[in-house]
């Protein structure tokens, strides 16, 4: 497609809900990032994928955060047994390849989530 | 740990007028410096710096870094109403991947 698009653009979940954020990367994008921007703060990175492969997840802030990217292309990022500190608006990036600081990452217009 | 931070955190011009938004950082392993715009949700790229001194225009927006002093300085000339976003600057380390860590940001509101 012609950019990142993510659905939902915005949840509401009661608190203990599970749910799932979907991410459709640029076509041929080898990096895949998720990143939890808080009202007022800059973008916090959450997790990245080369192709299906998840390298860091060291920005999930829990176990209850999960993400996947199984056949390199579209990511999901599920949140289970949702908090209130869980809102925020998540945002998905991808980029072209995979060395470091080389390549500008394209972001999603992002899923705003809020729990109740 | 990695900082980036952005000053002012918020200002409000008037169109016309010259606004220069800072980033400094404190990273191990520097690679790049990047400013991106945010107007609804998703930040769209304006720049990528990685050498000092070597500045980067884009129409009457314009960028320089200083690796010496680590920061990073994003100017914008007579500003018009359009402009009003929050500035985010971001970092890139070296080694791996592209993991960029973001400035809080800067919000600008030009007003007419």
């Known amino acids: 497609g012609a950019g990142v698009s993510q659905s939902p653009r915005y949840k509401v979940a009661k608190r203990g809900q599970d749910v799932a954020l979907r991410c459709d990367p640029i076509?041929?994008?080898?990096?895949l990032f998720w990143y939890q921007q808080a009202l007022g703060q800059g973008p916090e990175f959450l997790t990245y994928f080369q192709n299906e492969a998840q390298l860091d997840k060291s920005g999930l802030p829990s176990d209850r955060f999960f993400a996947e990217r199984p056949e390199g292309s579209v990511s999901t990022l599920k949140i289970q047994r949702t908090q209130q500190e869980d809102s925020a608006v998540y945002l998905c990036?991808?980029?072209?390849?995979?060395?470091?600081?080389?390549?500008?990452?394209?972001f999603g217009p992002g899923t705003r989530l809020t729990v109740l | 740990e990695d900082k980036v931070v952005q000053s002012p955190l918020s200002l409000v011009v008037h169109e016309g007028d010259t606004v220069t938004l800072n980033c400094s950082y404190e990273?191990?392993?520097?690679?790049?410096l990047l400013w991106y715009k945010q107007e609804k949700k998703a930040p769209t790229f304006l720049f990528m710096l990685?050498?000092?001194?070597i500045e980067k225009k884009s129409g009457r927006l314009s960028s320089i870094l200083d690796k010496k002093e680590l920061f990073s300085i994003l100017n914008i000339t007579a500003t018009q109403t359009g402009d009003s976003a929050i500035y985010l600057c971001?970092?890139?380390?070296?080694?791996?991947?592209?993991?960029?860590?973001f400035g809080t940001g800067t919000k600008l509101q030009v007003i007419p």
């Open positions: 990685t050498s000092s001194g």
């Open positions: 076509s041929g994008h080898v990096s």
């Open positions: 990273v191990t392993n520097f690679r790049s």
């Open positions: 971001a970092v890139g380390k070296t080694g791996g991947y592209q993991k960029v860590t």
């Open positions: 990036a991808s980029s072209l390849v995979r060395t470091s600081g080389t390549d500008t990452q394209y």
